[in-house]
Each structure stands twice: as structure tokens, then as C-alpha cells.
């Protein structure tokens, strides 16, 4: 894997994030769109360039679990051994929200899509930015994820306001999706 790009390239990602922007970056396996988890515009644009259902939801990702302290801290003991088991790491859960974020986030769901990356390049940005980010796949609905910098550009050309530039992980498929209540896999 890659180290993490320069803090000078982080910085001006997280300025365009701070903007209401949305920005690609590569993460585990895939390339990535990003943006504020809680600027709903950003969130909107983000669908909108996707042509994502918004009832779908998204995943929130984090530079460690302190950042998702708030969804987290009063789980029971299992599930909160479960998911340290598998973080940081390709592997995401649903959490119950118990509406602590955003319907824009969840979607129609009781759940929040969440991971700790062990990507480098992610993991810094979503330290730099102070909290987690949405992520989802850089690709329109229906198309296959980018898994080169060329596709993002193809399918978003400058309709992005930012590029965190590096190397995806060493991960070959996108991460897999567990049911936390339940442990029951969503997506392998």
C-alpha cells in the first residue's frame, strides 16, 4: 500500500470538503467520492452525481473509532468486541443510529454504513478533516466501481472539486457489509 499523500495535497482536499465540495479518493479497493457527512447539499450533489437512490444510504468512514465515538459508545460489549476485531480493515457494519445522524446518511435504514479505514491516504484525510466522511464508490449507478484515477475522471470529469491522489489498498473487492445486531453478511 501506498504511504499517505503529502499534507499539503490532504490540505487542500480537506479546503475543498469544507467548501461543501465533493472529492475522489482512492480507498481498501476501489476508488471513492467523498464529502461532509453533515452538509446536506454536498450530500445531495454526491447522489446526484451517482444517480444514487438517497434511500439507499451511505457509509460514514473514520481514521480510527474515536472519530465514531458517538454511534459507538453504548453498545453492548460483544458487538463492540466484534467490531475491533475487524477494524481498522475492509470490513463495514451496519450500527443501529438511533438518530445520530442525518436521514440524508441512513437512508430508510434503522442502520449507518460504518468502516475504519486501513488505507493510509484515507485515514489521513479523515484525520486532517476531523471526523468521518461519506465514501462510496466512484461510479455512476449501474457502472463497474474505478479502479484507476482514469475511470473517476471518465465518469466525473471536472464535475469533482478535488482529487486525493495515491494508491489503492491491497484489497481486490469492495469492503464487505455485516449486519452488527444480526452478524449476518449483507455483501461478501
Given at each position: 500500500?501506498?504511504?499517505?499523500?503529502?499534507?499539503?495535497?490532504?490540505?487542500?482536499?480537506?479546503?475543498?470538503?469544507?467548501?461543501?465540495?465533493?472529492?475522489?479518493?482512492?480507498t481498501e479497493a476501489v476508488w471513492g467520492l467523498s464529502c461532509?457527512?453533515?452538509?446536506?447539499?454536498?450530500?445531495?450533489?454526491?447522489?446526484?452525481?451517482?444517480?444514487?437512490?438517497?434511500?439507499?444510504?451511505?457509509?460514514?468512514?473514520?481514521?480510527?473509532?474515536?472519530?465514531?465515538?458517538?454511534?459507538?459508545?453504548?453498545?453492548?460489549?460483544?458487538?463492540?468486541?466484534?467490531?475491533?476485531?475487524?477494524?481498522?480493515?475492509?470490513?463495514?457494519?451496519?450500527?443501529?443510529?438511533?438518530?445520530?445522524?442525518?436521514?440524508w446518511i441512513h437512508g430508510v435504514h434503522d442502520s449507518v454504513?460504518?468502516?475504519?479505514?486501513?488505507?493510509?491516504?484515507?485515514?489521513?484525510?479523515?484525520?486532517?478533516?476531523?471526523?468521518?466522511?461519506?465514501?462510496?464508490?466512484?461510479?455512476?449507478?449501474?457502472?463497474?466501481?474505478?479502479?484507476?484515477?482514469?475511470?473517476?475522471?471518465?465518469?466525473?470529469?471536472?464535475?469533482?472539486?478535488?482529487?486525493?491522489?495515491?494508491?489503492?489498498?491491497?484489497?481486490?473487492?469492495?469492503?464487505?457489509?455485516?449486519?452488527?445486531?444480526?452478524?449476518?453478511?449483507?455483501?461478501?
Amino acid at each position: 500500500m501506498s504511504p499517505a499523500p503529502s499534507s499539503l495535497r490532504i490540505q487542500q482536499v480537506v479546503t475543498a470538503l469544507q467548501g461543501g465540495g465533493v472529492i475522489a479518493c482512492p480507498t481498501e479497493a476501489v476508488w471513492g467520492l467523498s464529502c461532509d457527512p453533515d452538509h446536506k447539499m454536498a450530500v445531495a450533489r454526491l447522489l446526484d452525481l451517482k444517480h444514487r437512490d438517497p434511500a439507499k444510504g451511505l457509509i460514514l468512514v473514520a481514521s480510527d473509532t474515536a472519530q465514531l465515538d458517538f454511534l459507538l459508545a453504548d453498545l453492548p460489549p460483544a458487538q463492540h468486541a466484534r467490531l475491533m476485531l475487524s477494524w481498522p480493515g475492509p470490513t463495514t457494519w451496519l450500527v443501529p443510529h438511533r438518530g445520530r445522524v442525518a436521514p440524508w446518511i441512513h437512508g430508510v435504514h434503522d442502520s449507518v454504513a460504518l468502516r475504519v479505514s486501513d488505507h493510509p491516504g484515507l485515514r489521513a484525510l479523515c484525520k486532517a478533516w476531523g471526523g468521518p466522511l461519506v465514501s462510496t464508490s466512484a461510479n455512476p449507478a449501474g457502472a463497474r466501481a474505478a479502479t484507476e484515477l482514469f475511470q473517476v475522471r471518465r465518469y466525473f470529469g471536472g464535475q469533482l472539486d478535488g482529487i486525493l491522489p495515491g494508491a489503492l489498498g491491497g484489497t481486490n473487492r469492495p469492503s464487505m457489509i455485516k449486519d452488527l445486531v444480526s452478524d449476518r453478511i449483507v455483501r461478501a
